[in-house]
Every structure is written in structure tokens, then in C-alpha cells.
């Protein structure tokens, strides 16, 4: 199957720097890619849709200045959480959508932050 | 909360049958997911079905979609130890956006 990939798998930065995680498409183009923050033992929150080549749709409740989407080709998608506090810290999951499939995203293996 | 509702814990024997339930509430999903996710891993599609299908199997894993009452299983045969791990039922909304229930932690015992 396709494979994305993130990048870095984990971070700990201090509170107030902002730090920048890659989602990469390998083998495939993706149009759309969906970032997803998952707290301990809980669910995948889904926080924002990013499109190629045009703004990023998000979610009731995300901050849009404090998750900064960008996805300026289409097999990279990146998520800068800025100002960062250690309410922040989360493993943080994209997916990408192969336009060929209907029915299928593919999920990259996540990015544990801490924020101290 | 979550739209998709999904039992918590389940703890199964070695060698038994798993079965993991899940409802849902947007009667319009096209398609709705099992994945699987291992201790800090991403998720991996286990299996999918279509909203028109009320069965799907493949090899080990057996889904039962009830349209009717939105509700959907997962049904684990012959159950091993690399079966434990966290499952998640999913339904796509809109827009191929996922929605996703809380996860159910399977625990296979010797």
C-alpha cells in the first residue's frame, strides 16, 4: 500500500518556541491531507483538512493562528504548532488521500510532542 | 464527544473469537473503517466496508454492518497475541473526513 511518512516521529521543545512536523506522501500525490491530534488512551480529533495550493479548512475549536498548516506541494503537508505550552503536547497523526481512491487514506506513523 | 460509540475494553483468550461493536449516527456514511494501532504507532486499515454491504470478510476478520440500526462489528477469529492492540471504527462524514470512536483496547491472554 502507499506510504506517508512524518517527520520528526518525536520532538520536546520548551514552552513558547514553535516547532514545524512534516507529512510526506512517498509514492503517491496527495490533493488533500487531514491532521489529526490524539491525547493518551482517547480518540483521533480531527483539527484540520489541508488542500493543496489553497488555505486550510479547520475544525470547531482549533486555533488557526496557533496550528499552522501549509501544504505547498502535493506530497508535503506541514503543521507548526507555534508559541508552544505543554497543554500542547500530543501525538499528532496525518493522513493522506490518494485522489485514485475512494475509499482510502493512508496514515502516517505519528509525531509524539512534549512541550516543557 | 464522539458521534461513534465503541466499547471500551475487551480481554479474549488465546485462540478465541474477538468481537469489537461499534455504532454510529450519520446514516449518509458511504464507508465506514476498522483500523488497528499499536503502542505508539500510527494506524493501519485493518478493513473497510461499503454502506450498501452487510457483510465483508477477509481471512481472519469478519464485518457486519447493520444499517438499520447503524451499528458495525468486527469479529476477530482464532485471536493472537499480535491481535492486541487498540481498534478504532471509523465512518467517513463529508468531504472524506473521518470520524472516529474512542477506540476499543483488545487484550489477548494466554
Known amino acids: 500500500g502507499a506510504v506517508v511518512s512524518q517527520h520528526p516521529s518525536w520532538v520536546i521543545c520548551k514552552s513558547g518556541t514553535s516547532v514545524k512536523i512534516e507529512c510526506r506522501s512517498l509514492?503517491?500525490?496527495?490533493?488533500?491531507m487531514f491532521w489529526y491530534r490524539q491525547f493518551p488512551k482517547q480518540s483521533l480529533m480531527l483539527m484540520a483538512t489541508s488542500n493543496e495550493g489553497s488555505k486550510a479548512t479547520y475544525e470547531q475549536g482549533v486555533e488557526k493562528d496557533k496550528f499552522l498548516i501549509n501544504h505547498a506541494s502535493l506530497t508535503l503537508s506541514t503543521l507548526t504548532v507555534t508559541s508552544a505550552h505543554p497543554e500542547d503536547s500530543s501525538f499528532y497523526i496525518c493522513?493522506?488521500?490518494?485522489?485514485?481512491?475512494?475509499?482510502?487514506?493512508?496514515f502516517g506513523p505519528g509525531t509524539r510532542l512534549t512541550v516543557t | 464527544g464522539e458521534d461513534v460509540e465503541q466499547s471500551l475494553f475487551l480481554s479474549v483468550r488465546e485462540g478465541d473469537s474477538s468481537v469489537i461493536n461499534c455504532t454510529y449516527t450519520?446514516?449518509?456514511?458511504?464507508?465506514l473503517y476498522w483500523y488497528k494501532q499499536e503502542p505508539g504507532a500510527g494506524l493501519q486499515l485493518l478493513t473497510y466496508?461499503?454502506?450498501?454491504?452487510d457483510m465483508k470478510q477477509d481471512q481472519r476478520l469478519t464485518v457486519l454492518l447493520n444499517k438499520k440500526d447503524k451499528h458495525l462489528s468486527l469479529r476477530i477469529a482464532d485471536t493472537q497475541t499480535g491481535d492486541s492492540a487498540i481498534y478504532f471504527c471509523?465512518?467517513?462524514?463529508?468531504?472524506?473526513?473521518?470520524?472516529f470512536g474512542a477506540g476499543t483496547t483488545v487484550t489477548v491472554r494466554a
Open positions: 509514492d503517491f500525490q496527495a490533493t488533500t
Open positions: 471509523a465512518e467517513m462524514i463529508s468531504d472524506y473526513k473521518l470520524s
Open positions: 493522513s493522506a488521500r490518494d485522489p485514485g481512491q475512494q475509499y482510502e487514506q493512508y
Open positions: 466496508i461499503f454502506s450498501n454491504m
Open positions: 450519520d446514516s449518509s456514511s458511504t464507508y
